[in-house]
Nanobody, 121 residues
Framework: QVQLVESGGGLVQAGGSLRLSCAAS????????MGWFRQAPGKERELVAA????????YYADSVKGRFTISRDNAKNTVYLQMNSLKPEDTTVYYC??????????????WGQGTQVTVDS
């Protein structure tokens, strides 16, 4: 099993930046694919970005392409989400998730507790 703890959320002005971090417990972090999800009120949970265990493959939702960057540091058991050019519609809780592969990310039970991002217009 793996435990995940997100941090880095907060309040930022539109056009600003935030970097989210997700720290994972356990010695097998480097074998997990990782992803960031978000769920706005009244909307379905959305996969925002994902990264393979090696970092060699990444995925971005169309809504964040060119603005968000996912990365990982396996030595620190941490995955990051750099968010630039933030928009009010990016406001919601962001969740970190771990899975055995990118293909199983959506069905994985390993969630963090979430971190709130609020973008003020």
């Amino acid at each position: 099993q793996v435990q995940l703890v997100e941090s880095g959320g907060g309040l930022v002005q539109a056009g600003g930046s935030l970097r989210l971090s997700c720290a994972a417990s356990g010695r097998t972090f480097s074998t997990y694919a990782m992803g960031w999800f978000r769920q706005a009120p009244g909307k379905e949970r959305e996969l925002v970005a994902a990264i393979s265990w090696s970092g060699g493959t990444t995925y971005y939702a169309d809504s964040v392409k060119g603005r968000f960057t996912i990365s990982r540091d396996n030595a620190k058991n941490t995955v990051y989400l750099q968010m630039n050019s933030l928009k009010p519609e990016d406001t919601t809780v962001y969740y970190c998730k771990a899975a055995g592969s990118l293909a199983t990310l959506s069905s994985s039970p390993y969630w963090g507790q979430g971190t709130q991002v609020t973008v003020d217009s």
